[in-house]
């Protein structure tokens, strides 16, 4: 039995989210069932180490897989991505892992980045890949009033009433938004996150960025510890997993 690391991207568009589910299409299903097809016989399961929603996309999920079947790296990149056609999900790279190495445990800290498109015009390209908002953002404000959310906090507000994490406490260790022509991003990197929650911040940052909100509105909402306190969710369509850090 050989354990094997993987790094994928996807776009997440057509799927129901990273986990399977009987209510459609997801990518943990898309890479199960192409494993199936050249190891039949095999209970395959590939753990991600994050959960990603519907309609977001990843630039560098990282999973991990146990396969009887001996294998190359390359061979084994090369069958899964062959097989994975026309699922919009591909296999950028396969390691052989330590037999003990998991995906979602081992990991130290993951990476999310949300795109704004901040223009008048509607998306043609990016249509489902950026959030599209036409009201003119300040960008300055918006990273100024992250800095509240940085650190070790009750995250309760920015937190979807279905999470299934079993405390709202997280410790965000960065948020930086800047501005890029006519996107706007925001940068957030944290051990691990709750469900919706970086969704919410970028929601409640947008209302800065607006000026509807200021600095004190996303302090006074953070200390409510009350999902009725916050100020907007936003949709999955600008949310990316871009990486995942695991000890050396």
Not at 142 to 158: K, N, S, Y
Not at 210 to 216: F, L, R, Y
Not at 238 to 244: E, S
Request: glycine share 6%.
């Amino acid at each position: 039995m050989q354990r094997f690391k993987l790094t994928i991207e996807y776009d997440g568009r057509p799927f129901v989210g990273w986990q399977r589910q009987k209510t459609g299409p997801s990518v943990q299903a898309s890479l199960e069932d192409a494993f199936k097809t050249f190891a039949p016989d095999e209970a395959i399961r590939v753990t991600g180490s994050g959960r990603t929603d519907a309609g977001v996309h990843a630039l560098g999920q990282v999973a991990h897989v146990d396969l009887e079947r001996v294998m190359s790296t390359d061979e084994l990149q090369g069958a899964l991505n062959f097989h994975l056609k026309p699922n919009s999900v591909s296999v950028l790279k396969v390691e052989a892992a330590h037999p003990d190495f998991n995906a979602r445990f081992d990991a130290i800290k993951r990476h999310y980045t949300y795109r704004i498109a901040n223009r008048r015009a509607p998306l043609t390209f990016d249509r489902g890949l950026r959030w599209h908002v036409k009201t003119p953002l300040d960008a300055d404000a918006m990273h100024e009033a992250a800095q509240v959310l940085v650190g070790q906090h009750d995250f309760t507000t920015f937190r979807h009433v279905q999470c299934q994490a079993k405390s709202p406490i997280k410790t965000m260790e960065y948020l930086n938004v800047e501005r890029d022509g006519d996107e706007v991003r925001l940068h957030a990197g944290a051990r691990s996150f709750l469900h919706h929650q970086i969704r919410s911040i970028m929601g409640t940052l947008k209302l800065v960025g607006e000026g509807k909100w200021t600095k004190a509105d996303v302090k006074a909402a953070l200390e409510a510890r009350d999902r009725q306190a916050l100020g907007l969710n936003a949709p999955p369509d600008g949310l990316y997993f871009v990486r995942v850090e695991f000890p050396d």
